[in-house]
């Protein structure tokens, strides 16, 4: 081989080897490198920026929410749409036009209509139409609001329990308390300000993706706790080790740290400072903001709490204790709401019972304790699932299920919200009949996303971040309107 040969390809393959950072670092003389220094420098501006931009900052009403996400959506005909008409139709074959141009998980040819399978009434001064299955709920009804037509465009549950956190059905998106934290900022500097409770024995099927901070810088992103053991993974200092010692260390990392970040400007940098300087002062805060047993024995009993379990109430009464320590964004998982109908666990006549006897107590002392300590005025509860469930029996490859049960609607469900700004004893919007079909205010996902943060005091529309050649924002790039009809 010539020696031209062999410098040619010498050159190629330590082309091959240069990344598009090397191009641009020495093309032109080093202009590129200026360049990328710019980048880098606007990126960290754009990852720290928090509340003090005043750009998407307008009057608040709330300073906190507390979701609660019955994980597999429950069943809107069995809880608050009531619908007397679904009665008549129960058993009979369902009607073509509400199978043409549906898409569903489960059901295949023609189902049958399905019936509400509890009686209904109406409660407190509003008169809401409520099951009863929920008696401790109606004790509180005329402090919420329902919303009856909200709508998703995902019917399979991993996509649309993205989508009611996230604004997205993929993965990667920050959730709404990223989006929230990253705006506001926290109000307790020893506690997260976005925290993740789970029960009900299983975690949503997505996982942490749900409470994520996607793009945002990770300092952002939900910190999971536990109501049984250590209430964070490693939040206490191994045996030998002392806090004088720890704190020791941290400030050798930090200085170490803020070299790094000198030198090359990465936020990433500042946000793992951040962390451990927040891991530190939480080894101290979260096991006394954990302790449900500090709380006295009829408060307890009001939630119906079991110390030392993992529970829905449990974890209720723990959301109660967070708000009131400046914790920004709560957000409750409890998996088992899956009401295919199965088997005995995932059925109306089944499971469906259970959860709601989990679910009716602990709820309704939430409300009642937040509102007796003052702090309903200023924290929004949500509550809701993915999706919604079918006027119709579910019927597994043409063949009825053994057990009762409906497949998954994404046309109308219903999620209530409580608290801050909220207009209280009403319902807004209207299905058909049957109980399918937004008939009267569809709502959709992206106008609840757009009413929370307008109550939190963020600008839907001009709370963004650059990412991908896009102002990224929670709402999206479709149309979104904050729900006028429903605020105080």
Not at 234 to 242: I, K
Not at 406 to 418: E, G
Not at 451 to 479: A, C, E, W, Y
Request: contains cysteine.
């Amino acid at each position: 081989m010539s020696s031209l040969s062999i410098e040619s390809e010498f050159a190629q393959r330590s082309l091959e080897h240069h990344t598009r950072r090397h191009f641009l670092r020495n093309c032109a003389t080093g202009l590129g490198s200026l360049w990328l220094a710019d980048q880098t420098v606007g990126g960290a501006r754009a990852a720290m920026a928090e509340s003090s931009d005043p750009e998407f900052r307008i009057p608040a009403k709330a300073k906190r929410v507390i979701f609660l996400h019955m994980i597999g959506a429950p069943s809107q005909l069995e809880l608050f749409d009531y619908k007397p008409d679904l009665v008549k139709f129960d058993g009979k074959e369902c009607p073509r036009e509400y199978l043409e141009g549906q898409r569903f998980a489960f059901i295949q040819g023609t189902p049958t209509m399905l019936g509400p399978q509890f009686p209904f009434q109406q409660y407190g001064e509003s008169g809401a139409w409520l099951s009863d299955r929920l008696p401790e709920f109606s004790k509180v009804v005329d402090q919420v609001c329902f919303i009856k037509t909200v709508q998703t465009d995902q019917f399979n549950h991993g996509p649309a329990q993205l989508m009611v956190h996230c604004g997205q059905a993929r993965v990667g998106y920050p959730s709404i308390g990223s989006w929230v934290t990253w705006g506001l900022g926290q109000e307790n500097e020893d506690l997260p300000g976005f925290i993740v409770l789970l029960s009900g024995g299983r975690p949503p099927r997505v996982g942490n993706a749900l409470w994520s901070s996607g793009f945002l810088p990770s300092v952002y992103q939900g910190v999971q706790c536990r109501s049984t053991g250590d209430p964070v993974l490693n939040v206490a200092n191994p045996d030998g080790v002392t806090r004088d010692s720890r704190r020791a260390a941290l400030d050798a990392l930090k200085r170490l740290n803020e070299m790094n970040h000198e030198s090359f400007g990465d936020p990433e940098t500042l946000t793992r400072i951040a962390q451990y300087e927040m891991a530190f002062r939480m080894q101290m805060a979260v096991p006394e903001a954990m302790d449900i047993n500090r709380e006295p024995q009829y408060v307890q009993d009001a939630y119906g709490v079991e110390p030392g379990k993992t529970s829905f109430a449990n974890n209720c009464l723990l959301a109660r204790r967070l708000a009131e320590r400046g914790v920004r964004y709560i957000q409750l998982f409890d998996w088992g709401w899956d009401s295919h109908g199965s088997q005995q666990s995932e059925s109306l006549n089944g499971g469906f019972i259970d959860k709601c006897k989990q679910m009716d107590r602990p709820v309704a002392a939430l409300l009642k304790d937040l509102d007796e300590r003052g702090l309903l005025e200023d924290t929004l509860v949500v509550w809701g699932g993915e999706f919604g469930r079918t006027s119709m029996a579910e019927n597994r490859g043409g063949v009825a299920t053994r057990f009762v049960g409906r497949d998954h609607n994404p046309n109308a469900f219903t999620m209530w919200l409580a608290g801050a700004g909220i207009r209280a004893g009403m319902s807004y919007g209207e299905t058909d009949a049957m109980g399918y079909q937004p008939a009267l205010n569809p709502v959709q996902l992206r106008d609840l996303h757009a009413t929370m943060q307008h109550l939190l005091g963020l600008d839907p529309q001009r709370l963004s971040f650059p990412f991908q050649g896009l102002n990224q924002k929670l709402i999206g790039v479709k149309p979104a309107r904050v729900i006028e009809e429903i605020l105080a």
